[in-house]
């Protein structure tokens, strides 16, 4: 039996959409030969600037750098990692005040979360060396455990999901004892879009007395997060994904205010001490989330940020999340109908409950398929070992750029047969 959405065209959705108007703020980009752009599917990677954001930088080098210079500090920039993670923490990620940092990069970010966790964990019982991580986690978030595990001496605890699907209670229930100290999963996999279920798991990890570490990379900016209800101890993210920072925008950290003062991050420095300015004999950490700080916070590099935090504001994160499962669910409905007959098979979850704001089919004439998608302006990205990525980023999308897209794909695909 169909259901109403199943016979909605393309463009019958866009007309029915409430936040179609939101795709006009983003920048159109001038006609580059070199460049052209029929389908963007990848703001799951690098989210597109918006319009303003072009106005906000060339003002900032004039006025706040240009006139202000030295002064801007005193007037602004010390506390702009702070007064940027309260303003997320408020629109996207359900914390209070006082928990939330911008700066550094997600990997970095990560080592300092995950380094205190561990030592804070250690300090309360040495017997608790384990660290619970996926195999299909993200490169950087394997890499960066296993070098803190070789850099402290403790053991890692490895799950292996199902690839198109992710971690479950269930998995964890296997790998939870005693030992563990620190879980670190992804919110959202990178992969196959598998969106966890983020407050049973965070309720999970701490009934076993273990801290609970969320990588918020994929889901920030496009799922309703409720860290400060679901109890979560640290979570860090990124800023140039679906919330449209910019390239190698900074990234944001989380920590829970009652945890703050008995965590030590790794990397001291003067911007995180107590005392900034008082040029100190001794590194005494500030006493609020600035003591995850280590050195001069990148403010250029947070400008764009500001833009698009507003924008969801504006739209309201509920209906952003609206928005995204009618994306994704158009995009399963678009890739069963044209993809799985060329022998393409859905790797993400087909119950929108349990996915983020990306799906990804796979078919072994994929990576192909995206070099020669990619010269014709169609842009989904390629995941190994045969996965095409389609992200749906919720306030530029649109259902009719997402069609097009998988039309060229599914052309690309019968060319290749
Ligand atoms: C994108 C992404 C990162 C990126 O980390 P950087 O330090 O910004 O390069 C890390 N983890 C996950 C899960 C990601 O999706």
């Not at 007064?83 to 990560?110: I, N, Y």
């Amino acid at each position: 039996m169909n259901t109403v959405s199943d016979t909605l065209t393309s463009s019958d959705l866009d007309a029915a959409d409430p936040l179609a108007g939101y795709r006009d703020r983003f920048l159109v980009p001038e006609h580059d030969p070199a460049h052209p752009l029929t389908a963007y599917l990848d703001g799951n990677s690098l989210g597109r600037p918006l319009a303003a954001t072009a106005d906000r930088l060339a003002t900032f080098v004039r006025t706040e750098w240009g006139a202000g210079l030295i002064r801007s500090w005193d007037e602004q920039w010390m506390d702009e990692p702070t007064v940027l993670g309260d303003r997320l923490g408020e629109v996207v990620l359900g914390a209070g005040p006082g928990q939330v940092l911008v700066g550094d990069s997600t990997s970095v970010l990560l080592y300092k979360a995950l380094r205190a966790a561990l030592d804070h964990q250690q300090a309360v019982d040495p017997g608790r060396n384990e660290i619970v991580i996926d195999a299909g986690n993200f490169p950087t978030d394997r890499f960066i455990v296993e070098g803190i595990a070789a850099e402290r001496g403790a053991r890692l605890r490895w799950i292996t999901p199902d690839p198109a699907a992710g971690v479950t209670s269930a998995d964890l229930e296997q790998v939870l004892s005693g030992s563990t100290a620190v879980v670190l999963l992804s919110h959202v996999a990178y992969r196959s879009g598998y969106l966890a279920d983020a407050a049973a798991i965070t309720a999970q990890v701490k009934d076993s007395g273990a801290l609970m570490v969320w990588d918020l990379c994929h889901s920030v900016g496009s799922v309703p997060l409720h860290l400060d209800d679901w109890g979560v101890d640290l979570a860090v993210g990124c800023t140039y994904k679906y919330l449209n920072g910019g390239p190698g925008s900074p990234a944001l950290a989380y920590v829970r205010s009652g945890l703050q003062s008995s965590l030590r991050q790794p990397i001291w420095g003067w911007m995180g001490a107590a005392d900034p300015f008082g040029m100190t004999d001794a590194y005494e950490p500030a006493g609020s989330i600035r003591r995850f700080i280590t050195g001069t916070p990148p403010i250029l590099a947070m400008q764009p940020l500001k833009d698009m935090v507003e924008l969801i504001a504006e739209a309201g994160m509920d209906a952003v999340r609206a928005k995204s499962i009618a994306l994704t669910e158009h995009a399963i409905r678009l890739c069963e109908e044209r993809l799985v007959p060329l022998g393409a098979r859905l790797a993400s979850p087909r119950d929108p409950a349990w996915r983020g704001s990306h799906i990804t089919v796979d078919h072994d004439h994929f990576a192909e398929v995206t070099t020669r998608l990619w010269g014709e302006g169609v842009i989904p990205d390629f995941r190994p070992p045969n996965g095409l990525r389609i992200g749906l980023s919720p306030l530029s999308t649109s259902f009719a750029e997402l069609e097009t897209g998988i039309d060229a794909i599914a052309a690309a695909l019968a060319e290749m047969e």
